[in-house]
Every structure is written in structure tokens, then in C-alpha cells.
């Protein structure tokens, strides 16, 4: 059974209000989203993280070494792709071609196969899969009150079941620091509570702010510099008790050995639609078991790759074990996404804190055509 066609679309929703973090204000999604169709007609779906513009263009760019080739082939296809874009994107934005392609391609296989991806993965270890609560972003109308708005948020999410969330901070330390202290307030102890810079700060600003929020039980501090920043990640993770988190913005395999090797983080958060999708995703795991890091993927995307990542989490064990297991815990974006929360037939919910990992075949979801043609933008 052979790939027959590849398509590209752009989805894009206004919101009704612009939010913002450390380094970007957003008023609109954008979201590049691949089908792959095989020549019986099946179809897989796979999303890119990033510049949707220019994932699609990374798409078609690769297309013509996918088409023609079997679904079941998804090394060779996930090869011959990186093969033709290692002299000049060994990591960037045609990963997230990559990553696209390869997600659909996995959908497509365990149609064909008629197995869910979890089971094509090795197993699911776990039927549900424990989820984060991210939100906790800024807003011009909550200038005047942040610390408040960010504390009734954190509160609706405690009382949605979410046994842990996370916030933004990279604003400034003292007003970091305000803000973590009113949300934990509202939480109490019995709600974990991470924070994320998005990457805002130097070694010493990070540090100085990691020192701040010790006393808090932080559950991890995510990007507190820049991702390139090894050594600062290393030595950051040496003089402070919050675990240290990072990932979103690392490429492959080898880019997340660079992490453990070097002791930098203790949790690694790969991006699925971004890092190589989920043959890389599988290769990831498999050395964070190895260095004996925990692996909670980022996920900020559409129903179709938060599918992905829960096949991924289901399928996920951390060294060496022991009676009553850790749980790798999963992000669930809480911003404003009307894709996301459209664009799938069964949107994904979660209930006390855990989401259900689909047990249809490939990814177990279904998109919605009429909603992608809705949300789809024009040429």
C-alpha cells in the first residue's frame, strides 16, 4: 500500500483577545496541519509545530521523497527525509516538516496495521495519562490586577481536577516573584505548581530568581535560559534545589543527549511536532530512560498531536520501576484555541486530571473536514 498524495493546510482562527509571555504576544492561531493519503484511500493526519508558513513549505519541499513509498516504511521515509536536509537543517523548521509527515505516516500505519500508535510504540503502560494544566499567560486587560487574575485562573484550574499547573514567569524577578507567590497562594501545597520562562533570562537573573522561589516546592523551573546556554543550564542545575526543565526548543535525538550528558535537566520536554515526530520521539525516550530522566512532552498544538503525544506518554516507563510507579505527566494547553478544540470530532478532556489515550486505530481521532475548511485559509 503505497502514499499517493501528500496535502498541506493552513488553519488559522482570530482570538478574542491577544496574550502574551516572555517573548511574544499572540492575537490569532496559525497551525499547519499535513494529510497523507494512501492509494486504498486511507489517510493519516500529522500537525508541525511552528511558522506554519514555512512548515508547509518544508512539506512540500520533502513530499516527493515520500510519495510512492509505503506507510509501513516509516524509518526509511523518516531517513531519506533527514538525509536530504542534514547539510543545511539538521535542526530548524524542516524538523517540523519532518516531524508532520511523520506523525501522519503513523496514523496511516496503524490503519493499516489496525492497532492503535501505542501499541505499534511497544505498549501502553498506562490506559490515562496524567495531565498539567498550562495557562497562566498574560493579558493587557489583566494588567492592573495580574497577580489576581492569575490566582483566580490557577484556582478554576484546582477545581477542574488538575493536580498541578503551570505558569509563565520571565516578566521580571520581583515581579516573578509576586506573581508565583499569589498563585501559590491560591493552590496551597496539594496543587503542584511549575513555572516556564520561555527562555527570558541569563544565568545570573535565573538564578537569582531560582533562589527566590526555593522555599516554594516548585515543581520544576522550564527554559530559565536560553536553550543554547548548556553550560549555564548545567551549572544553574548544580546551585539549585528546583528541578530544571527544558526541551520545547531542542531538536533530535542528539540534541537531547547534549542535555543529559551534560546533567542540565531533570526532566526533558520534546516537542512531537517539531523534534522528528514520533519515530524521534520513540529514539528520545529511549535515552532519557537511559540517563534516568523523566520525559513530559511539550504540547501545544491541535487535537491531532496532543493524540500523538498521549500514545507517546502511554508508552512511557522511567528507570528502574518500583511497585507503585511515577507517572510521566503530559502539558494540556489551556490558552484560548479554538482549533484545538474544534477541529477533532472527540476533542480530548480531561476529567480529575487524566485524559483517556484513544483506542481507535493509528492516532484514534477523526478530523472534523467541515471544521478544517472553516478554520482553513485561503491561497
Not at 256 to 271: H, R, S
Amino acid at each position: 500500500m503505497k502514499i499517493k498524495d501528500i496535502e498541506v493546510f493552513l488553519l488559522s482562527d482570530q482570538l478574542d483577545e491577544a496574550f502574551y509571555f516572555s517573548q511574544f504576544s499572540y492575537s490569532s492561531r496559525l497551525i499547519c496541519i499535513v494529510k497523507v493519503t494512501t492509494e486504498s484511500g486511507l489517510v493519516g493526519w500529522g500537525e508541525g509545530y511552528g511558522p506554519a508558513n514555512i512548515i508547509k513549505s518544508g512539506i512540500e519541499f520533502l513530499k516527493p521523497l515520500v510519495v510512492g513509498k509505503s506507510p509501513l516504511d516509516s524509518d526509511i521515509i523518516w531517513s531519506d527525509m533527514f538525509r536530504r536536509s542534514i547539510d543545511y537543517a539538521r535542526k530548524g523548521i524542516l524538523l517540523s516538516a519532518i516531524s508532520a509527515i511523520d506523525v501522519a505516516i503513523w496514523d496511516l500505519k496503524g490503519k493499516i496495521l489496525k492497532q492503535p500508535v501505542s501499541t505499534l510504540l511497544g505498549g501502553r503502560y498506562r490506559e490515562k495519562v496524567q495531565v498539567y494544566a498550562t495557562g497562566l499567560y498574560f493579558t493587557e486587560s489583566m494588567k492592573d490586577r495580574m497577580c489576581e487574575a492569575l490566582a483566580e485562573e490557577a484556582l478554576m484550574y484546582k477545581e477542574q481536577g488538575y493536580s498541578a499547573v503551570k505558569m509563565k514567569v520571565g516578566l521580571g524577578i520581583e515581579k516573578d516573584i509576586q506573581n508565583v507567590l499569589a498563585v501559590k497562594k491560591a493552590i496551597g501545597d496539594d496543587v503542584k505548581l511549575a513555572i516556564d520562562a520561555n527562555h527570558a533570562y541569563n544565568f545570573r537573573e535565573a538564578l537569582r530568581l531560582s533562589k527566590a522561589l526555593e522555599p516554594y516546592d516548585i515543581m520544576w523551573f522550564e527554559e530559565p535560559v536560553s536553550p543554547d546556554d548548556y553550560m549555564g543550564f548545567k551549572e544553574l542545575h548544580r546551585r539549585t534545589t528546583i528541578p530544571l526543565a527544558a526541551g520545547e526548543c531542542e531538536f533530535r535525538a542528539d540534541g537531547f543527549k547534549t542535555l543529559l550528558d551534560n546533567m542540565c535537566v531533570d526532566y526533558i520536554q520534546p516537542e512531537t511536532g517539531t523534534t522528528g515526530g514520533i519515530t524521534e520521539a520513540k529514539r528520545i525516550s529511549v535515552i532519557a530512560d537511559t540517563h534516568h530522566v523523566e520525559m513530559t512532552p511539550h504540547n501545544w498544538g491541535t487535537g491531532i498531536i496532543i493524540a500523538a503525544n498521549l500514545h507517546i506518554s502511554s508508552n512511557l516507563k522511567y528507570a528502574p520501576g518500583r511497585m507503585f510507579d511515577k507517572e510521566p505527566l503530559l502539558e494540556f494547553d489551556r490558552s484560548p484555541n479554538r482549533i484545538r478544540e474544534e477541529l477533532i470530532t472527540k476533542p480530548h478532556v480531561a476529567v480529575n486530571g487524566y485524559i483517556d489515550v484513544p483506542t481507535g486505530y493509528g492516532l484514534g481521532i477523526e478530523v472534523d473536514e467541515d471544521k478544517l475548511n472553516y478554520f482553513k485559509l485561503n491561497d
